[in-house]
């Protein structure tokens, strides 16, 4: 099965549950943003290797010094995704790792659902309350490979034209993040990065890694795609990115400019419908990801470069 396939079961799943399927999938206004990446990721084609010889393409690779099997991820997911399945926190954990991936997991979520897990990256929103924000990355230290924030939420989200206001949150200024950055032995990551100078700041302020995201189009309409900030950047330290990358071939194109890994959620979402689906979903992209790199000819992830890439 492809993500096409997957998305067409969990339509099915929304109707017969009576699920409002636009939360999930919706992004702002018209959905541009979606648009966006798909043409740009258009732009580039990936050349192909036929005289490389025979070999089996390993996808392997290490994140914030864990072995991990392919550089897919689940993108963070908030308890939003409870009405898909109340058990989705503990299932994301053990699918992703069951699929030899980390587990990403996002906020809010209740103590309850996630005081059992261990060894998950946990992204925290930027609460307006501080102090609860200092005991919520204290809570992470005995339990997570990493913490960070989605630094972009912070004002609304935007669906269609329903617009989610954030009361509880406050955009961090720079200070913040590198005294937040400072107070936890735990790999720190800024996610939500769209443009060259948050990235350095971010670098500047002691992050460790960096999502380039533009939350899947849930705050502008208009945002740039976080493949064109991936092309721009000057890259610095490790660096993900996510919002609408859906196939091997999008995987290994973003590879190509830099990234280290990519993070999915709606798929996630999709895969949250079926049983042992986010598994499925995962190991999809991590076997597209194996196949295109073989077809391409690169043998491991060290060797994917942008010479692969023809831009139109
Ligand atoms: C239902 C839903 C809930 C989300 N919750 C969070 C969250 O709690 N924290 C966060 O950083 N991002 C959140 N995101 C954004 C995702 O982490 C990710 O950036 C985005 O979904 C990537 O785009 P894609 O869905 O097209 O792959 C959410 C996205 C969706 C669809």
């Known amino acids: 099965m492809c993500i096409e396939e997957f998305a067409a079961r969990a339509h099915s799943f929304f109707t017969e549950k009576g699920i409002d399927a636009e939360l999930f999938e919706g992004s702002a206004g018209k959905g541009w943003s979606a648009e966006r990446t798909q043409i740009i990721l258009r732009t580039y084609g990936l050349k192909t290797r036929v005289l490389a010889g025979d070999f089996e393409s390993d996808t392997a690779t290490n994140i914030f010094g864990t072995q991990i099997t392919f550089p897919v991820m689940p993108a963070p997911l908030s308890g939003a995704v409870k009405v898909i399945d109340r058990d ?62 989605d630094l972009d939420c912070f004002a609304f989200e935007k669906i269609g034209n329903r617009i989610f206001p954030y009361e509880y949150l406050k955009a961090l200024s720079f200070d913040e993040l590198s005294d937040l950055v400072s107070i936890t032995k735990l790999p720190f990551v800024a ?122």
Do not use: H
């Open 88 to 149: 989705c926190f503990t299932r994301i954990a053990d699918e992703s790792k069951a699929a030899g991936v980390l587990p990403w997991i996002g906020y809010p979520c209740e103590r309850r659902d996630i005081e059992g897990l261990r060894d998950f990256i946990w992204i925290i929103k930027p609460l307006k309350d501080r102090r609860m924000l200092y005991r919520e990355i204290e809570f992470a230290e005995e339990r997570c490979v990493a913490v960070g924030v």
């Open 191 to 312: 996610k939500g990065i769209l443009s060259e100078i948050d990235y350095d700041l971010a670098v500047k302020a002691g992050c460790d890694a960096i999502v380039i995201s533009n939350r899947g189009g849930r705050i502008l309409e208009s945002a740039v795609s976080p493949v064109e900030v991936l092309a721009r950047i000057e890259k610095q330290i490790t660096t993900g990115i996510d919002s609408f990358l859906r196939s091997g071939e999008d995987v290994l194109k973003v590879l190509a400019l830099g990234a280290d890994f990519v993070l999915v959620g709606r798929p996630v979402v999709y895969g949250l419908t079926i049983e042992n689906g986010v598994k499925a979903v995962l190991e999809c992209l991590g076997n597209e990801l194996k196949q295109t790199m073989k077809v391409c000819g690169f043998r491991n992830l060290k060797e994917i470069n942008p010479d692969v890439l023809v831009q139109l």
